[in-house]
């Protein structure tokens, strides 16, 4: 099952995270999660055409 973040508190999301509420990651921290995960960037998935999405609608 999908876990519900909007739920988390922010108490458990920095325990997860292991992160400070007030100073954040140090930089050395911020380093080494950035080396093991990349950039924090969103994925990028096929784009739909409109007139896909049109057909779509109607497609039975």
Do not use: C, H
Not at 13 to 31: N, P, V, Y
Request: hydrophobic residues 25%.
């Amino acid at each position: 099952m999908k876990e519900e973040y909007y739920k988390v508190t922010v108490e458990d999301t920095i325990k997860q995270f292991d992160t400070d509420r007030k100073s954040g990651l140090s930089t050395q921290t911020a380093d080494n999660r950035f080396e093991e995960n990349g950039p924090n960037e969103i994925q990028q998935g096929e784009k739909t055409s409109p007139w896909k999405l049109l057909w779509n609608l109607y497609k039975v």
